[in-house]
């Protein structure tokens, strides 16, 4: 198979019975309104690898199109250097969180509620193209890797995990239902696919930041029920499963270590947009 096959191979692996979804009261996907919260406050601790190569690449005066954005809390503190941000966020909830912060900041967005590649053509051509914690839920990943890529003028910077952010939960997962996880993509899948996208090696870098962190262990044990699909009656066995991991740092609690690698992997455009290129031929 090749790369880009692989990698729908590895998602759909992923997918977790429907019967244990049934049986869950909520679904394992999504986030929690006040994790979003916390991991914006989280990120606001100091300028990431993914901002630098962003803000280098950007210079004095360039254009920023955050895919996936999210509720913006890795493009709108780049915005707010008075960069033109524009951002592609298909849910509601996401959107209108940024947009609601985007407001508290002071920084003017130009918000499309869509999904990437089809809001491409929309969004239009930028001077960098960013996709922030985004291609570990995208199977189709050649189309949304070759867009990115195409509506680029300057360079494209992705931030993910070493592995699909699951990954850490699988031996969890294992032992309350006795079902396998897969061990991939990781970080290195996708430079694979880069590659076979766009025909262009990219640059990663590791670095560390702060795991999810919780309050107290009831949040810490209500986010995983969520994630591990757990029905309310198994919820004893998941405390007694987790409990020898939680770390408790500066008064917050984490499962496993408070700090993880993240991955920034980026690539200059070395002959500028091929769209812009394309519109400005014959």
């Known amino acids: 198979m090749t790369a880009i096959e692989d990698w729908r191979s590895a998602l759909d692996s992923w997918a977790i019975p429907e019967h244990l979804i049934a049986a869950a009261e909520e679904s394992p996907y999504g986030w929690p309104a006040d994790l979003v919260e916390r991991l914006r406050s989280i990120s606001s601790g100091g300028v990431t690898p993914t901002a630098v190569s962003v803000l280098q690449a950007l210079g004095d005066d360039g254009t920023l199109l955050d895919v996936g954005a999210g509720a913006g809390r890795v493009s709108l503190p780049i915005a707010a250097h008075g960069f033109d941000l524009t951002a592609v966020e298909p849910d509601e909830r996401m959107a209108d969180a940024?947009?609601?912060?985007?407001?508290?900041?002071?920084?003017?967005v130009r918000l499309i509620r869509d999904r990437w590649p089809e809001a491409a053509a929309g969004a239009g051509a930028h001077d960098v193209v960013l996709s922030a914690n985004v291609v570990y839920d995208v199977a189709d990943i050649g189309p949304f890797v070759a867009a990115l890529h195409h509506w680029a003028r300057r360079a494209v910077v992705i931030e993910c995990g070493t592995a699909h952010p699951w990954a850490r939960l699988s031996r969890y997962f294992t032992a309350l239902h006795g079902i396998g996880r897969p061990s991939g993509p990781a970080v290195e899948d996708l430079t694979d696919v880069i590659i076979e996208a766009t025909g262009v090696e990219p640059e990663i870098e590791k670095w560390a930041r702060p795991s999810m962190r919780f309050a107290d262990m009831q949040e810490l044990l209500a986010f995983h029920q969520r994630r591990l699909v757990v029905p309310p009656a198994r919820v004893a066995d998941l405390a007694d499963l987790l409990a020898p991991d939680v770390v408790e740092s500066d008064g917050w609690l984490t499962l496993g270590d408070p700090i993880r690698v993240a991955c920034t992997v980026h690539w200059p455009i070395e002959s500028g947009c091929p769209a812009v290129e394309a519109s400005t031929s014959g």
Do not use: C, H, K
């Not at 940024?98 to 003017?108: M, Q």
């Open 98 to 108: 940024l947009e609601a912060d985007a407001g508290r900041r002071d920084v003017p």
